[in-house]
């Protein structure tokens, strides 16, 4: 994942510029932002890697950040941490969507194994996204006699069965199939099955 | 009935004694007396009128006169009527100067009777009242002694009575108070006198209790003095109690002050924790690769370095706050001090059995300080020890002032309780600590941080003999003045 950033969000200078240094230290690209707002306005074109943000801070808290992003459809992952950790904000911060709560300070290994999963679960998200997508372009690229015709397969019905309900000849009906396992780049039918179920799924 | 025989009775004994005078003069020759033959009727007007007044006086001269009269008729010559010319003025005027004598007899009487009812009433007064009046003599030797008295210092008036009034005092007052004396008869400059004061006293069983005397003085041919003496404890208790919720509150509001700030310090602490914990490992990591960057570990362990020295200014911060508060120093008595913190600490059932020993050095009294900031500090310091001896068989609490070599005054404390323990002694002036089952543990750390803003220092320890010594120092006024 050498795409992957990490952004920490933290309003004390020290706190933000050790944790680039260490996770910097440990190998991984990271993006400082003194605040949420600045977070925002500066906000990345990719998706790829994961934010560390600290819930109190002038201007936007962790937590209303966390909202602006799950509204923008933002998928990339939030670690929380805080100097001042209880428990009704931890449980405010996971419903809020965090992957994890941390309570400042906290130990390399924590940060560094949970920044390494956050990513791992950003990356299969969009792997699953990018395949979602050119899954989507297949099923643009069939015509509507196709979709028919995808729709029925994909719903068990026998080629006969198809034929008689859309008024063409089953032999029709095999070049229709034919065309579309070849326009879905699939090999079977099971997996024409699960290729349109992945694009139909929603994140 | 019996009324009106007392009211005739005069004139009876007036027919009575004319009676006895005829009886007389029956039982005697005429010759002896002819030459004053009015002097039997004088003898029984007298005697009449001065008992029974000058109605029964004039009626024994009217009988006297109409006795010799017929009896003498038949000689009554110039001489029988100049002696009866010389009677009758003469009897009129002893039958009313009689009269006068009984008149002022019974006023007399009904003076007596009015003084002996309103010296009764004066007393049942002074029996019921709650104040306590002692008189004393100008050598200070207690003349009169009320039952308030007798309740109040519980001395009889009889074991009282004769006895000088110092007894009724605490040091120094008790070795002082015929000099007081002395001092006014010689000089007449009034301290007391005319003024109330709030004063201790000190009941026969040694204890001391606060009271508020008000003295007056009677001069005839010698000097009396009246003292008036209220017992203070009830009051005082009220007192007591108020500032002491006063005093928890202000405590609580500190508390709470303190929680607040204690949540936002962990916070703000972990800034910089967090920092230097990042740094270092960032650091480790770097040194362990394979070719470790020097500089930028340096670099980082600097960093981490200056966040510690931040994390101690955050930590002096919250050492500022603490001890921080208004101070309104001013020069004070410190016997003063000490005296209104006993009597307001030694009141309740807790302290009744305590004692308490002053040794105050008068040359050092004036001393530069907050006045409410060091009457809290003692108060803690007394309701710890009476506290400490609340089970144990001696219960003295010594309070003593000299001076230090610094030109301060050390101010201590010492106890009979139970002393400090080892583990507790260590961290007593630290916050929350406590062995106090309700107790915050903020008493002796405010009292720290009050004596710390006064210039001076706090210390405990140990007795030989058992039980535990608080030391304070306080900047002497004079000192201060010269700097």
Redesign the interface.
Known sequence: MPDAVIHVIDD?D??R???A??????GMVVRTHPSALAFLDNLPQSDAGCIVTDI?MPGMTGLELMERLHAMDNVMPVVV?T??ADVPLALQAMKAGAVDFI??????AVILDTLRNALRENGKHRDREAERNILAERLASLSPRELQVLERLVAGQPNKAIAHELGISPRTVEVYRANVMNKMRANSLSELVRMTMTAHSDA | MCREFRRYLPYLVAFGAMGVVMAIRAAIPDSYYHNSPFLLGLGAVVLTSIYGGALPGLLCAALALVIEVFRWAPAFGPEELFNGALFCPLAIAIACGGGWLRRSRARGTAAVEHLREREAHLQSILDTVPDAMVVIDERGVIQSFSKAAERMFLWTAGEAIGRNVSTLMPSPDREAHNSYLARYLETGEHRIIGKGREVLGRRKDGSIFPMELHVGETRSHRYYFTGIIRDLTARNEAEARLRELQSELTHVARFSAMGEMA?TL??????????????L??????LR?NEPDLP?TID?ID??A??AL?AGQIIHRLREFVGRGEIDKRIESLSQLIDEAIALTLVGPKSAGVRIQRDLDPAFDAVFADRVQIQQVMLNLIRNSVDAMEHTPRQELAVSTRLTDDDFVLISFTDTGTGLRQEVSARLFQPFITTKPHGMGVGLSISREIIKGHGGRIWAENNPAGGATFHFTLPLATELEHA
Request: glycine fraction near 8%; proline fraction near 4%; hydrophobic fraction near 45%.
């Open positions: 004390d020290a706190v510029d050790s944790l240094f260490l996770l910097l230290a440990a109190r941490i100097g001042h309570e400042k300070p906290f130990g390399d | 949540s962990a916070h703000e602490l972990n800034q910089p924790l967090s920092a230097i914990a990042n740094y490992k960032g650091g480790i990591l770097l690769s930028k980082a960093k981490a200056d966040q931040r």
